[in-house]
């Protein structure tokens, strides 16, 4: 059973679209994450939910609606969608917010490529 | 400023022999948590190890171990006997506060290419 999973693994679109990109977890956790993957691989937060509420949304245009229905899931919509955003999306899970001096590793889905043409 | 710099963008190792993977961290923040993470070319970013800013030894596991050197703000990873499914991506990250929050911050990456 895949613990993280997120859908497509690959999205082509054109300009302008909008899109989602799906997350599940199976692993009981309360906290979940998007990240983005650079061309350059570097990794930057964008959105974090604990048990449904937004804790942590860094800087990023109000184009991206990060929307939880529930604690197991956490999907991305995309709107009016720019050849910047062409990146690897990453959804992620963790037990707890990361909060306090715990080893509180995160898992990682497989990765959603984003090609915006 | 609260950073993570990880020196080497590549490296070439030949398989069965040890590799130490550079990671130095800034932060004025005593607790903190060092993770390693590798990310083969499959894509999934897959956990290592980590370490406590209070842990008094360093971390293994298996093969992977974390060379913990506080006064130099380094975390390197050592991997023993490389094997080439080693040959992957590998980040170094740091939980810290950041606006109230603990987050992960994460190093540029080192490529890994494992040679026969």
């Known amino acids: 059973d895949t613990a993280v999973s997120q859908t497509p693994k690959y999205l082509v679109t054109q300009m302008g679209n909008d899109k989602s990109i799906k997350c599940e977890q199976n692993l009981g956790h309360d906290t979940m994450y998007w990240y983005k993957q650079d061309s350059k691989k570097f990794l930057k937060i964008m959105f974090s939910?604990?048990?449904?509420?937004?804790?942590i949304n860094e800087t990023v245009p109000n184009r991206f609606s990060p929307k939880s229905p529930d604690k197991a899931h956490l999907n991305l919509h995309i709107n009016s969608l720019e050849l910047g955003d062409s990146a690897v999306y990453f959804c992620?899970?963790?037990?707890?917010?990361?909060?306090?001096?715990?080893?509180?590793?995160?898992?990682f889905g497989s990765g959603t490529q984003l090609s915006v043409l | 400023a609260q950073k993570i710099t990880q020196t080497q963008p590549g490296m070439f190792v030949q398989e069965k022999e040890a590799v130490t993977l550079d990671c130095t961290y800034d932060?004025?923040?005593?607790?903190?948590?060092l993770f390693w993470y590798k990310q083969p070319s499959s894509g999934e970013m897959i956990f290592l190890i980590y370490?406590?800013?209070?842990d008094q030894q360093n971390a293994t596991e298996g093969r992977y171990s974390l060379n913990f050197q506080k006064a130099r703000k380094s975390a390197n990873l050592v991997i023993s006997a490389s094997q080439l499914g080693d040959s992957a991506m590998y980040f170094c990250a740091m939980r810290v506060v950041m606006d109230s929050n603990y987050q992960l911050i994460w190093g540029a990456g080192t490529k890994l290419i494992i040679k026969p």
């Open positions: 932060t004025s923040d005593p607790s903190y948590g």
């Open positions: 992620a899970s963790s037990q707890e917010p990361l909060t306090g001096p715990y080893n509180e590793k995160l898992f």
């Open positions: 370490q406590g800013s209070y």
């Open positions: 939910y604990n048990n449904k509420e937004l804790i």
